[in-house]
């Protein structure tokens, strides 16, 4: 059987596990307590049977949960005779390094090596591994949540070779995802990069007193076309996240000028959904 190995199991790993076993593979997922795998099988299990209610799932459910091996804390089982590896550890360059440089040590010498990294580079993460792995590490960027979300951006590191790019489009292709491909690791890439300006012009907006927040949302969505509104997306992905993001995209160089609404909002802990109040209110 064709295996993948997902290193992770929090919002994303959890998703892009679920999408590998979807497309028939055995997946073997990676984290660093029996406790996040537990949720990350319930979580995954929760989406399958919505999957499965809508009459889009092809198997039964525990077939498609079946294939998914949870391991705790070994990176190097779990890339035994894989083809591929998504890496969706926590955004940290040291911890990802880490599991490249382990993941190099065991995983088959043709295996791809990708990492689902929002905002480090990619040829920083490459260069924990031996020279002759680095053509085949490469960006895997898919987009939250992971079974929902079509576009996945696939990016060139330094050394990233036109065949990996081409391979790791084709794994995407299989879990039924839209790609596009990056040929410079930028902070940001495509979508977050050009996101990241939008989120500032709204900011500005409201900030400078020209329109309040439902007024850039509902001009976003009824004349722009968005789905959601600049601050409903923010508060819905997390202000916290949109805010690491953000920090580590100016941190390598992404110019910007700082919106004063949003950090509020990270100081104060109003993070959006998850804490009840963002730019807009979540009553329990
Ligand atoms: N959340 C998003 O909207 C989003 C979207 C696109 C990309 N990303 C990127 O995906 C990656 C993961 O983000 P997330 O939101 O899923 O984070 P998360 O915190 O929900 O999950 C990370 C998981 O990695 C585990 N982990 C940490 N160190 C590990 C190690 N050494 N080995 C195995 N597991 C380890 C943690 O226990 C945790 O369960 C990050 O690089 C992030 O930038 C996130």
Redesign the pocket.
């Given at each position: 059987m064709k295996k993948a190995a997902v290193?992770?199991?929090?919002?994303?790993?959890h998703g892009i596990a679920e999408l590998f076993a979807m497309a028939g593979y055995e997946v073997a997922l990676?984290?660093?307590a029996e406790e996040?795998l537990k949720r990350a099988l319930q979580n995954i299990e929760w989406s399958l049977r919505k999957f499965a209610e809508k009459g889009q799932l092809k198997e039964s459910v525990e077939a498609v949960l079946g294939r998914i091996k949870p391991i705790v804390n070994d990176?190097c089982r779990a890339v035994e005779g894989a083809e591929i590896m998504v890496e969706?550890?926590?955004?940290d360059l040291d911890?990802k390094r880490?599991?490249f440089a382990e993941a190099d040590r065991c995983a088959p010498p043709s295996a791809i090596l990708a990492t689902?990294?929002?905002?480090l580079p990619i040829t920083e993460i490459s260069e924990a591994v031996k020279p002759e792995r680095r053509p085949l590490v490469v960006g895997m960027?898919?987009?939250?949540p992971p079974p929902l979300m079509p576009l996945v951006e696939i990016i060139r590191g330094r050394y990233t070779s036109d065949d990996a790019v081409k391979r790791t489009a084709e794994y995407a292709a299989q879990l039924g995802k839209q790609t596009v491909i990056v040929n410079k690791d930028v902070p940001g890439f495509i979508a977050n990069r050009i996101l990241a300006r939008i989120n500032d012009a709204a900011c500005w907006t409201v900030a400078r007193g020209e329109a309040n927040v439902v007024a850039v949302d509902s001009a976003l969505m009824y004349k722009l076309g968005f789905p959601m509104g600049a601050f409903l997306l923010l508060d819905y992905?997390g202000i916290d996240?949109a805010c690491f993001i953000g920090d580590a995209m100016v941190k390598r160089g992404f110019k910007t000028h700082p919106c004063a609404l949003i950090s509020e909002k990270c100081a104060s802990k109003k993070f959006g959904v998850k804490t009840g109040e963002g730019f807009y209110k979540y009553p329990a």
């Open positions: 290193i992770g199991a929090g919002t994303m790993g990676v984290d660093i996040f990176i969706a550890v926590v955004e911890t880490r599991v689902n990294t929002s905002s960027h898919f987009f939250n992905v996240v």
